[in-house]
């Protein structure tokens, strides 16, 4: 079984998760901490549960889910795991965090390139990833059909949808990914989001008043 844990960090209040199971290893999916008490409060839960973290993965590569990029790459000696499309967006990082006055923005560099119908696997468990381009060209999530749960980067929250104003980012594309990718999944799949609380996909595609299962708002 695999437990999910969820730090919220940095100015834009993003979501940071750390997953692991029942033999101690864990990924950390898109470490958004951004100071030296972000980073402890991060490392002290992985210290506390005596987890071993083997993979760190990005669901899209926009400055607050990097943040901590290239500190959990050196703090566990792991490697990123991200979407070749999204390497302009990586790139992108240190020219937004100029742009923000955030400093210091140590930039990171990809590892492993995966995409759709890839794995995730560590310890006993398996994620599967799912392409959801729109609010980034390389945006990717992560899925446990077998647990109904899905880290779904900034794809869909709850009430809302991601912006899709950014460089390299699609209204078409978006709209794409939710209706015909994330609403063909089960309407009791959890959807943690890159921001804000939890959802459903069933809730979402009833009430979401941006882009429900039949009407698109935007």
Do not use: W
């Amino acid at each position: 079984m695999i437990h999910i844990q969820k730090f919220t960090f940095n100015p834009f209040q993003e979501n940071t998760f750390v997953l692991f199971d029942d033999t101690k290893e864990a990924v950390v999916i898109d470490p958004g901490c951004n100071s030296s008490a972000e980073n402890k409060v991060l490392t002290d839960f992985i210290e506390e549960k005596e987890l071993k973290v083997v993979k760190l993965l990005n669901t899209h590569c926009h400055i607050d889910h990097v943040f901590g990029n290239q500190f959990i790459k050196d703090k566990y000696d792991v490697k990123l795991y991200m979407h070749e499309l999204d390497v302009p967006t990586l790139k992108a990082a240190k020219l937004a965090a100029d742009m923000y006055q955030i400093k210091p923005f140590i930039e990171s560099e990809p590892d492993v390139f995966v995409s759709e119908k890839d794995t995730i696997e560590f310890g006993e468990s398996k994620l599967e990833i799912l392409f959801v381009p729109g609010h980034a060209p390389g945006h990717i999530a992560f899925l446990d059909r077998a647990q109904k749960f899905i880290i779904s980067g900034d794809v869909l929250f709850n009430g809302s949808i991601g912006r899709y104003d950014f460089p390299g980012c699609s209204k078409e594309d978006l709209i794409n990914s939710i209706q015909n990718v994330l609403y063909k999944l089960d309407d009791d799949i959890t959807v943690y989001t890159g921001h804000g609380p939890e959802t459903t996909i069933g809730h979402e595609k009833v009430y979401n008043p941006l882009v429900s299962a039949t009407e698109v708002a935007i």
